[in-house]
């Protein structure tokens, strides 16, 4: 069990971890912070989901379901009863000079109110989503995927185009699910439609106003130039983010070691998140990422 909180902390701080009240810091020696549940787009319901990353072995860790917040009860819970330090997520959807990008959250109140109330309305903002990418979709030819996709859905308040990707492999559209978001999910293909998310100022203000650590998610990911990186880099810092992703299920080695660099620059702290959706469709299994580099700071510090 990881113990990993200062008694000189203040008690909100505190109180947001499972395991607490000593002033020894033991370092964890497997911490996952990020990986999805039913309560988004994963696969599993979050105890299941808590139960594998215990069985895997991790000692700390963070449920970061898109855009909600409703399965922390249910996975700190789990959590407890499994031995594992529990820390609050979310992975919060938004736009950066129109470039959909993820802002982890961790270690928030989950009772903050605009908190809460700014996910409603990404999750509100998702189904007219969906709604538009039904009618493209009908467009070439392919209808109902709309409705068809609702069938997928594991909460009726959150859709997301894993769930529509999951419709099409069942009809056979396409073969798999990384096929479908090729073929017709991503920017340029006939389902993806342009959205407004949150702003990158929007979310880091929910989650520093709720008491948490903002982190950006699988940096790896983006289409950026390496300008266009330092320029988001700088705008999040700016805003007062503290941490970045280095070790995720979709981040190569290199990846690892540019992310390293970008951290050490910025003075940023580490994150390490399997990003498991469920065990036929993630990178990598609860847990089973490579550790971070030895000389970074591990993001836990900041809410541990
Ligand atoms: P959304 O938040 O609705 O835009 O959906 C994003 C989700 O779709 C991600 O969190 C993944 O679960 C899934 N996804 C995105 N790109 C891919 C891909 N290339 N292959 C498989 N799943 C993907
Ligand atoms: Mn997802
Ligand atoms: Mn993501
Ligand atoms: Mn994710």
Redesign the pocket.
Known sequence: MVRCTRASEPLCLRDKITVCHTSAIVTPANFDFHC?SAVS?GLLPPGVVAARAAGNGVDLWALTD?DDIGGLGEAREAAEAAGMAFVNGV?I?IEWKGI?I?IVGLGFNADDATLSGGLNALREG?IERAQRMGEALAAIGIPGVYEGALCFVTNPGL????HF?RYLVSIGIARD??GV??HY??PGKPGYVDHRWATLEEAVNWIHGAGGVAVVAHPGRYKFSGAEMRRFLDDFKDLGGRAIEVTCGSHSQDHVMHFARLARHYGFHASRGS?F?GPQ?SYVDLGKLPQLPEDLKPVWRLIC
């Open positions: 999805h787009d898109h992975e959807s959909p993820h998702r859709i997301s185009r894993a990707a699910v990384p978001f090729q999910l991503t990003d959706h469709e």
